[in-house]
């Protein structure tokens, strides 16, 4: 309990660094996303807090984002970037198959799920816009 409430005390920041660089993104690849008519065009982004695991820094962030067909191309090269706030950006495109899917949503919120019905679980994940 007292590792899960440390993990807890990272989210906002953590949150804050993903929730910056989502948004510096979507100004990049996705002109004028903040007006209303292309508010439902925008992509839309789960992300989960992990604990640590092998090579990967604690905690971390995981995050299942579905880019519409039409900016996975800018995604793509402006995801492809360093940012400065992060050690390491993994990004990878998910297989559309349904199993593929729930296999990666899964993955991601796999430290989440260990809290689902905790009254902090709401700490451990984000939605974005």
Not at 101 to 128: C, G, I, P
Request: hydrophobic share 40%; aromatic share 16%.
């Amino acid at each position: 309990m007292a590792r899960h409430e440390l993990i807890g005390k990272f989210a906002p920041e953590l949150f804050g660094l993903y929730r910056q660089w989502w948004v510096h993104g979507l100004a990049e690849y996705f002109p004028n996303y903040y007006r209303p008519n292309k508010i439902a065009l925008q992509p839309v982004c789960h992300a989960f807090l992990d604990d640590k695991s092998d090579g990967e820094p604690y905690p971390h962030i995981h995050a299942v984002c579905w880019v519409p067909a039409a900016l996975v191309a800018g995604f793509e090269q402006w995801s492809d970037k360093a940012w400065p706030n992060f050690d390491k950006l993994d990004i990878r495109p998910a297989d559309e198959t349904h199993e593929h899917l729930a296999n990666t949503v899964r993955y991601a919120s796999k430290y989440h799920a260990k809290w689902v019905l905790h009254d902090s679980a709401f700490e451990l994940r984000a939605s974005f816009p």
